[in-house]
């Protein structure tokens, strides 16, 4: 996805209009709240270094928002703190994978996950997600999947890339059978408030069934949720005998998150913790114009998302394959898009759309391709 931005980016220094729709970052601002924060730690000389587990602060406001969305409260070495969640994703496998372990991923899903398997010597298994089911995974396909060598099964939702919400009740049988074959859920939550409010499924996180003391871990930051991608910060919460590894290999690498940037976002909890409400109202006006105005293109057709802010589009319906179907794009309308098939195999045939984006580039998108397609 950076390599499409990056190849935009060349297009728009040739001075090529683009219209950016291709990578998940808010166009929003960060809160308020964290940004006066962020002044008033550094003011204040709190750019030393900070524990590897995570500041005291920012730790406790994640207990406190823990307990509100999720109706428990993690002990503090259920908790460690990190650059985004991306490393989250990384920590933890490493400290469960031996080579030759198998991790089940959805397909399509978010792109770091296979990469992130593969360089520990791990193996994708790959469970698929159907258009015909509003891309939300099946537990009987998951458990057909479950071998000996079965680590992990990593799910996400809202989904990245669909926008496809899972049901309690369908995530209850997820956590069963990976309790029946003792096997750890990683439930990627980074847009975990991102819900609309016409969907039909609320949000649920598999957490709430065993508060993350048995093989529940939570991966989340505030990258999405609270337009802060570019600040990297977030916690993971976990049983602490695996967070207390990850912890030591965090330490070994990375040494801690700046203190500042703790403080910070510890701040934004605590004081403003519906900053992203009116965020998430935006993102669901966007998905309506997105929805209404796909409607006039004759070859596309898309599932409604639920949550996040991605559109999964279908085109197979122009006889091309993803990849050179956003390059065309690109190169002829100057709309940068993300080729389904970057998240695997289950999503040749579609473009990702970010509507993280205005209304306006939403509707311009549509105004210049009209009817060319």
Known sequence: MFQIMEQAQSLERHGKKIYHFEIGDPDFSSPVVAKEALKEAIDNNLTKYAPSSGLLEYRQACQTMTKRSRGFTPDLSQLLVTPGANVQIYLACACLLDPGDEVIVQDPCFVSYESIINSLRGNVIRVPLKESNRFVVDPADIARLISPKTKAIVINSPHNPTGSVISEEIFR?????????????????????????????SFFSPSQIDSCQSRTVIFHSLSKTYAMTGWRIGAVTGPSSLISKMTLLYETINSCVPPFIQYAAAKLLMQDPQASQQMINHYSRRRDVFMKRLKEVDRWSCIAPLGAFYAFVNINKTGMDSESYANYLLNRFGIATCPGVYFGPGGEGYLRFSFANSEENLNMMFDIIGDSL
């Not at 997820?174 to 409010?197: A, K, N, Q």
């Open 173 to 201: 049988e997820i956590y069963r059978i990976c309790d029946e074959h003792d096997v750890y859920l990683l439930s990627d939550e980074v847009y975990g408030r991102m819900i609309f409010d016409d969907s039909d499924v």
